[in-house]
């Protein structure tokens, strides 16, 4: 069995829908704990809303390489338990 590129893993339609469901879920947390501040004193800057941005970046690529290293594994425990009927045979009847 051939692994797929880690980059074709982590823009799998699967893999991008839940790290943006993580990242939307969990991006605005941890925007109100680290810019809360700013955010309610109504002084948000260009860089403050980069920083912002890239605050959401940190879930979507936790999930993303998470998720790739998960498929990674479960493709390598496929490929150690192989097929369990060899090639050319069929199963046994009880």
Same mark, same amino acid.
């Given at each position: ?26 991006? !605005? ?29 940190? !879930?979507? =690529? ?22 369990? =009927? ?7 009847? !009880?």
């Amino acid at each position: 069995m051939s692994r797929a590129p880690r980059r074709y893993l982590a823009f799998r339609q699967s893999v991008v829908v839940r790290a943006a469901v993580i990242a939307a879920i969990v991006g !605005p947390v941890l925007a109100i704990i680290n810019h809360g501040d700013t955010l309610l004193a109504g002084e948000l800057h260009l860089s403050e809303a980069v920083k912002i941005i890239i605050t959401f970046l940190v !879930p979507y =690529t936790v999930s993303t390489v998470s998720s790739v290293f998960s498929i990674r594994e479960q493709e390598a425990l496929l490929s150690q338990l192989g097929d369990p =009927t060899p090639v050319g045979s069929s199963p046994s009847s !009880p």
